[in-house]
């Protein structure tokens, strides 16, 4: 009999395999006839199958043999996902690793993005701070370059502020946290998208209890709660559950906050995801240790431990220390609580110090590289000034011998045209020299922007920061070996200057360059750097003293044949306004850079037919009241 039943139920179980598989085939030969690359349309198709390895690995197969990108790609993903839900962090690294070269292949950004934040998130759960902030600031900075971006796209952004957000937590910068938090959940609250906001409100909440703000912590895990009941998700659940018990056990509510974690241990048993269950673990054996039942506490604690230990997450090895620790105590027993506490402080010593020690170590080593360049350079433009002041003396000797000499007309005429040369490239040398140092201030805040994030320990803004700092000191030392540059060359150079400075105004200034389509702008030549003068005079007294919707517009036409038109305009105080201010203001500086300009523009015009025009007018709003500034310069094309 039992025999009989053995093969009745081995028959079901093969002909459910082998359904199965026609199944799965039947749905990859639609999605590969078809051309789908929609991820979502996958998802939807290949529902229920998620935690099913061996499904897994058969869409990967199978989509190999075809040569199906997208279904390989979506195979990878979601065994990475399979894994990392197991707490297999190194075998998830090696299939997101995969994903991301196919999403490569594939030109996906939005794969790419999404990859990149899944491979952020393994290393958060290992307490890799370095590179899970690397891996999400990536995804950032790739979802933020996209202009007009779509839907899914702003969903991936803000999923990367959050993932910084509890890099920033794991940093115990909470602060800093909460405002990554609060970027995040933006798109979400105009989108009603339901996940991202319990996910978000659960991360508020962690930053909240970490500041001590106990019943804000408590509201916002309770709206993610909603949330997550709202889409069924288990895994949101059980967070909620351990950490509003974790809120209540530190309020002193120990049989309620037993109660809560409680109900959600057989979801965390049930999904078996290693992270999710530790935490789990860990909580309530710390409830049972506040109610006194100390042989269940130490059982739970000792379990979570174990897990933690097995599976590298760092963080339930420090708590899970701790709460023993505590709990030995309780009981008496202080060596084991002494040798808990130890190793709960020296496990989260190492990781706070490695994280930051590497971090900041990379980046000095990098600033002070960057450093040194610069002022080799600028010693080498200061030789190159002095030796032409020597050369200038002696031609100037020449020419008086010369004169002496009576000398003939030609020689006297060539002598004097060297003469002028050299002066203005002396000149053009001294401008040169005067950039390099141009607005101390600007440098001066650029370097202590650095810092702060050096202080912070943000690698990526700080090096993107001083990448964009050196290619614009590059830039200005380039300019000092030619006398003129395309108008192209010229607004890469301005965007460039003009991101640095908005950095310093938290990104409140809205910069945008318009050029005509008939303007070919690599053909007009100009000199170099002659338009930043106007640029830093908008931004220190036109937009630095107004408080908000902060705009500047540089304006490229060509009106005739012998002009162009290039309009700077700001929605500032308007120069009268700013006159007021500066007279002040008890330091009175007269603005050198403009009448150095003037001086410039005459002397590259002088060759042309046509001279420039430069004026300044008010720019009136809605009311009829002054609402900004527009520089007018009119340059000669012939």
């Not at 496990?347 to 450093?371: G, P, Q, S, W």
């Not at 002397?603 to 420039?612: E, G, I, S």
């Amino acid at each position: 009999m039992k025999s009989k039943i053995f093969l009745i139920l081995f028959c079901l179980l093969s002909y459910t395999s082998v359904s199965q598989e026609i199944d799965l085939k039947s749905k990859l030969s639609y999605l590969i006839n078809n051309k789908h690359s929609n991820i979502s349309v996958m998802d939807s198709i290949f529902k229920g199958n998620e935690k099913n390895k061996k499904y897994l690995e058969e869409i990967i197969r199978i989509s190999k043999d075809n040569n199906y990108l997208e279904g390989l790609f979506y195979g990878k993903s979601a065994l990475g996902k399979y894994y990392r839900d197991i707490s297999l962090f190194k075998e998830a690294l090696i299939q997101y690793n995969e994903a991301l070269k196919i999403s490569k292949e594939l030109n996906s950004i939005e794969n790419e993005i999404t990859t990149l934040n899944n491979i952020g998130s393994v290393y958060r759960r290992q307490d890799e701070i370095i590179n899970g902030l690397n891996y999400h600031k990536e995804a950032l900075d790739k979802g933020l370059s996209i202009e007009n971006p779509s839907i899914e796209i702003q969903k991936l952004i803000s999923i990367s502020e959050n993932g910084i957000g509890n890099i920033y937590n794991s940093l115990k910068q909470y602060n800093l946290a909460l405002k990554e938090f609060e970027k995040s959940i933006v798109i979400h609250q105009k989108l009603n998208y339901k996940l991202g906001l319990a996910i978000n409100y659960k991360t508020i909440g962690t930053a909240h209890e970490a500041l001590g703000n106990l019943d804000e912590a408590l509201k916002y895990f309770k709206k993610s709660l909603e949330y997550n009941k709202q889409i069924n998700s288990k895994i949101g659940k059980i967070i909620c559950g351990y950490s509003i018990a974790n809120v209540l056990t530190k309020k002193g509510n120990h049989q309620k906050a037993f109660e809560t974690v409680n109900a959600v241990l057989p979801l965390a048993i049930e999904e078996n995801d290693k992270f999710y269950l530790s935490n789990t673990y860990n909580t309530l054996g710390l409830s049972y240790g506040y109610l006194g039942n100390y042989s269940e506490a130490k059982k739970y604690l000792l379990t979570a431990l174990k897990i933690a230990k097995k599976h590298k997450i760092q963080t339930i090895v420090v708590k899970a220390n701790e709460n023993l620790a505590f709990l030995y105590n309780k009981t008496g027993n202080y060596k084991d609580a002494y040798n808990h506490y130890k190793v709960a402080k020296e496990e989260d010593f190492k990781t706070f110090n490695a994280r930051n020690l590497i971090y900041v170590r990379d980046l000095i080593t990098e600033y002070n590289k960057e450093r040194a360049e610069n002022q080799i350079k600028d010693l080498a433009k200061k030789n190159q000034i002095a030796h032409l002041k020597v050369t200038r003396n002696r031609n100037l000797l020449i020419f008086a011998i010369s004169i002496l000499l009576f000398v003939v007309v030609t020689l006297f005429y060539r002598g004097q045209r060297k003469e002028l040369k050299n002066e203005k490239k002396i000149l053009s040398l001294k401008q040169d020299a005067l950039r390099m140092q141009m607005n101390p201030h600007f440098m001066f805040n650029a370097l202590n922007s650095i810092k702060l994030y050096i202080i912070e320990n943000d690698q990526k803004k700080a090096i993107s920061y001083l990448n964009k700092f050196s290619k614009l000191m590059r830039k200005i030392l380039d300019a000092s070996s030619i006398q003129e540059t395309s108008l192209a060359e010229e607004l890469e150079t301005m965007q460039l200057y003009m991101s640095i400075e908005n950095i310093r105004f938290s990104n409140e200034i809205s910069f945008v360059i318009k050029a005509d389509d008939t303007v070919n702008l690599n053909a007009i030549k100009i000199p170099p750097l002659v338009l930043q003068p106007f640029l830093e005079n908008s931004l220190w007294h036109g937009l630095s003293s107004k408080k908000e919707n902060k705009r500047m517009h540089i304006t490229i036409q060509k009106i005739s044949k012998e002009y162009i038109k290039i309009e700077i305009e700001d929605n500032g105080i308007g120069r009268k306004a700013a006159a007021k201010i500066k007279a002040q203001k008890s330091i009175q500086r007269k603005s050198v850079g403009i009448e150095l300009t003037k001086d410039r523009l005459e002397t590259f015009v002088k060759p042309l037919k046509n001279d420039f025009k430069l004026s300044y007018e008010d720019v009136l709003n809605k009311n009829n009241k002054v609402g900004g500034t527009r520089v007018v310069l009119m340059f000669p094309l012939s």
